[in-house]
């Protein structure tokens, strides 16, 4: 009976330690940004000139001691996730660009930035959010209204 009583006090707080390592705040922060932008394609072609978009941009701050994953190509492909209007929607660009051989950490500190924009004509909706996340972490959510061309924050 005592062996018992024992092992369960044992496991309870195995898993007591286990919540309190899982409910650490992380040592990073992420950040949305949303700008609106002009976008020339082909400086020569009026058509393809001054297009007005939408620039989403992921930021990472490592907070930590311990070095987190930067956000180039690979890393991204595991780690950074797009929400729009709460639903994943990974651009492919996500998984595309040229990449350094070595190591791809940020170390405390340190930051990285990835954006992804769209044309207004292109967008998901003349209203839509728009959300990033980093290891799992979600930034804050930005509404987008198009027509009057704002930006608002919205808590998680």
């Known amino acids: 009976m005592t062996n018992t009583i024992m092992r369960i006090g044992l496991s309870l707080l195995i898993a007591f330690i286990s919540l309190q390592v899982y409910a650490q705040e992380p040592d990073f922060t992420v950040n949305c940004e949303v700008e609106f932008i002009k976008y020339t394609a082909f400086d020569d072609d009026p058509e393809y000139k001054d297009l007005p978009a939408i620039n989403m941009i992921l930021s990472v701050t490592n907070n ?85 061309h704002t930006i608002d924050s919205k808590s998680n």
């Not at 492919?92 to 930051?111: D, I, T, V």
């Not at 207004?120 to 799992?136: I, K, L, P």
């Open 64 to 148: 930590g001691d311990e070095p987190i994953p930067d956000l180039c190509v690979s890393n991204r492909s595991k780690y950074v996730n797009l929400y729009i209007n709460d639903t994943l929607n990974n651009p492919l660009s996500l998984y595309n660009g040229a990449e350094m051989n070595g190591a791809h950490l940020l170390q405390k500190g340190e930051s990285d930035v990835y954006e992804f924009w769209v044309f207004e004509r292109s967008a998901y909706a003349d209203h839509f959010s728009v959300q990033w996340e980093y290891m799992g972490v979600k930034s804050e959510k930005i509404i987008i209204n198009i027509p009057a």
